[in-house]
């Protein structure tokens, strides 16, 4: 069995490319995932978050999702709901996909987060 190492990037922070536009915060939230079904309807999961911040999160799904393919994201304990489309998708060994994904619109309210970072504020229009 061959060993597999990912090689160490430099990431330069004050390089504006390499921001983040909202801290990630670790937060394991009950939330149901509606996609549409490629042969029509919608499909569901109950599953939770990885990780979370003010646009958007990760989750594992077993449902098979394409990036750029609409969602929609309940919060299950605050009955929430979001629109937002699949950013990433990695298949690691095991059956789960790791989900990431962005909101139409930032929604740092979306998470039970008591301090949230102070760059989860949106802006006033």
């Known amino acids: 069995m061959k060993a597999w190492r990912r090689a160490k990037k430099s990431v330069d922070p004050s390089n504006p490319s390499n921001r983040r536009r909202s801290e990630r915060v670790m937060l394991h939230v009950s939330v149901v995932v509606w996609a549409e ?18 646009h958007g999160g990760l989750v594992k799904l077993l449902l ?21 489309k699949v950013v990433r998708v990695d298949q690691p ?33």
Do not use: C, Y
């Open 37 to 54: 079904a490629p042969e029509g309807g919608q499909v569901m999961e109950e599953t939770h978050t990885l990780v979370v911040n003010a």
């Open 93 to 125: 060994p095991g059956g789960h996909s790791a989900v990431a994904f962005e909101f139409e619109r930032p929604a740092p309210n979306f998470w039970p987060v008591v301090f949230p970072p102070a760059d989860w504020k949106v802006p006033s229009s």
């Open 64 to 84: 098979e999702v394409q990036p750029g393919q609409p969602l929609r994201i309940v919060n299950v304990k605050s009955g929430m709901e979001e629109r937002a």
